[in-house]
């Protein structure tokens, strides 16, 4: 087992275990050759991002805002009991090092965010409820 730590990238928190790397000597496949070499072992990582809890809403006959692509939100620009009007900015979501802005496809009312700035989305998930 190694040792754990936890590691701050760029704001964010990593659990991180890293395991020292050491040398073994393994025969080589043809048996006439009695011959051994040097193999390095490769640690095993293990890397687990801080999941957000994900909220249940009642979404039915209200307009749902879903995630384009997966990526860290980076703000949201509404809150609840706005009324936003179609093209405006709801929220700007990391993905692929580029800032994609989330514009509202729709005018309504904001009845609920699910997410919050530093939350990682998948594609698909819900973001924004609106009625």
Known sequence: MGKKFKVKVNGEIFDVEIEEVGTTKAPLETPAQQKHIERE??????????EPVKKSVDTAGKSVVVAPLPGKILSVKVKKGDKVKKGDLLLTLEAMKMENEIFSSQDGTIADILV????????????????
């Open 41 to 50: 072992e490769q640690p095993v990582q293990t890397v687990k991002k801080e």
């Open 116 to 131: 919050s700035p530093g939350d990682y989305v998948s594609t698909g998930d819900k973001l924004i409820v609106m009625e």
